[in-house]
């Protein structure tokens, strides 16, 4: 059975700092990786997604990386901005029905 | 294009009483898919199709049922409600040839069971 782990669950950092939050999972047999942002009392945006046979994903200041050897994957925000904080998802989609395993996120602050 | 569409957006129940939240796409995607989300944890799946008429369970299904008569629409109904199920509910679909199986969500349901 997947599990996913996302460290730190919370963060908090000043504005304009670079940082990276972390997502480890137990099975290398995935199909793909999403990243998601999901603001206080609303629904889930997708941000990244990397194929099982990527390494990794750019959009923007946002870059996500995959390392399958090693079970992790990592989401880099660069010049981070107030209107980044948020909860970060990362969810791993495997299975004949391409069901997504779910971390349990990182709540970013960053301050101005 | 609407994307994935809930309903309702918010529900309080009493233990014992049923409902169906609803769930709609139309950007013709195969697969369709709940999970609940509750405090402090991540999505958790409840049951998923992979194309009409097809369901099978997820991680968390008891005390939910669910069919697929037709490609758009994927209802999650409860039967009987307990306060257990009080959580947030998001209903996501993706296609497997659409940037490889990329899923769409919607603006979830929030249930109080009391």
């Known amino acids: 059975k997947q599990e996913v782990t996302q460290i730190p669950a919370a963060l908090s950092v000043p504005e304009g700092e670079n940082l990276v939050l972390n997502c480890s999972f137990t099975d290398s047999a995935i199909y793909n990786l999403q990243w998601f942002r999901q603001d206080p009392g609303k629904g889930l945006t997708s941000l990244l997604l990397?194929?099982?046979?990527?390494r990794e994903q750019t959009s923007g200041r946002l870059n996500a990386s995959l390392d399958k050897s090693s079970g992790r994957s990592t989401l880099y925000i660069a010049a981070s901005q107030p209107g980044d904080s948020a909860t970060y998802l990362c969810a791993f989609c495997s299975g004949s029905a391409r069901q997504l395993t779910f971390g349990s996120g990182t709540q970013l602050t960053v301050l101005p | 294009n609407a994307g994935v569409t809930q309903t309702p957006k918010f529900q309080v129940l009493k233990t014992g009483q049923s409902m169906t939240l609803q769930c709609a796409q139309d950007m013709n995607h195969e697969y369709m898919s709940w999970y609940r989300q509750d405090p402090g944890m991540g999505l958790r799946l409840i049951h998923y199709s992979v194309g009409a008429g097809i369901t099978d369970q997820g991680e968390v299904p008891n005390g939910y049922n669910v069919s697929r008569s037709t490609t758009e629409d994927f209802p999650l109904r409860l039967l009987s409600a307990a306060p257990s199920q009080t959580s947030v509910y998001f209903c996501?679909?993706?296609?497997?040839?659409?940037?490889?199986?990329?899923?769409?969500f919607g603006p979830g349901t929030r249930l109080t069971v009391l």
């Open positions: 990397i194929q099982s046979s990527q």
């Open positions: 996501a679909s993706s296609y497997p040839g659409t940037r490889n199986n990329e899923q769409f």
